[in-house]
T-cell receptor
Framework: SQQGEEDPQALSIQEGENATMNCSYKTSINNLQWYRQNSGRGLVHLILIRSNEREKHSGRLRVTLDTSKKSSSLLITASRAADTASYFC???????????FGTGTRLLVSP | EAGVAQSPRYKIIEKRQSVAFWCNPI?????LYWYQQILGQGPKLLIQFQNNGVVDDSQLPKDRFSAERLKGVDSTLKIQPAKLEDSAVYLCASSNRTGELFSYEQYFGPGTRLTVT
């Protein structure tokens, strides 16, 4: 079953703009991860944030986690056409040793 | 470092036929996963191996799906007989647990796109 729900389902922006994607989940987590999937390809791990962390940065990526609201956001700053992909959040639930993926956000960055 | 390898990349079969997918994980990764990703959805875990033992196969339709990981390295996933609803991308991933809290960062292969007609 899907644990996370991403919002929006699809996002279309211009190069240079920022893109924000949100993820909500249902149960207590150990950590939350974001993955990118280019069309027809496998998933690539972007960033992991643990349940005791509130914010994490990696290059142009910024992830926040609010465990009280059971939500996370992924911000991509100064987007590029190469950022066009689907982005998935995935949770590692407390007590369960596996990743449960959300439904994904399709991001289109136009030149 | 070589990534996760999968083959074939594409497969078209008729319903009721059988099909097998192969995965070679990153060298040294003890944990291997098979996921099913239906178009427009996120990946769903089918089975997880730790070395050559099954850790979780709760979402594997065992009446038609089977998987093995002999010698704790390569793995095969088989569907027999296939149904139309098995049309999906089958992703293999591997990971190496590190640290005090398991990171569960997973490395994915390119996937096999299966079409059942």
């Amino acid at each position: 079953s899907q644990q996370g729900e991403e919002d929006p389902q699809a996002l279309s922006i211009q190069e240079g703009e920022n893109a924000t994607m949100n993820c909500s989940y249902k149960t207590s987590i150990n950590n939350l991860q974001w993955y990118r999937q280019n069309s027809g390809r496998g998933l690539v791990h972007l960033i992991l944030i643990r349940s005791n962390e509130r914010e994490k940065h990696s290059g142009r990526l910024r992830v926040t986690l609010d465990t009280s609201k059971k939500s996370s956001s992924l911000l991509i700053t100064a987007s590029r056409a190469a950022d066009t992909a689907s982005y998935f959040c995935a949770t590692v639930n407390t007590g369960f040793q596996k990743l449960v993926f959300g439904t994904g956000t399709r991001l289109l960055v136009s030149p | 470092e070589a990534g996760v390898a999968q083959s074939p990349r594409y497969k078209i079969i008729e319903k009721r036929q059988s099909v097998a997918f192969w995965c070679n994980p990153i060298s040294g990764h003890a944990t291997l996963y098979w996921y099913q990703q239906i178009l427009g959805q996120g990946p769903k875990l089918l089975i997880q191996f730790q070395n050559n033992g099954v850790v979780d196969d709760s979402q594997l339709p065992k009446d038609r799906f089977s998987a093995e990981r002999l010698k704790g390295v390569d793995s095969t996933l088989k569907i027999q007989p296939a149904k139309l609803e098995d049309s999906a991308v089958y992703l293999c991933a591997s990971s190496n647990r590190t640290g005090e809290l398991f990171s569960y960062e997973q490395y994915f292969g390119p996937g096999t796109r299966l079409t059942v007609t």
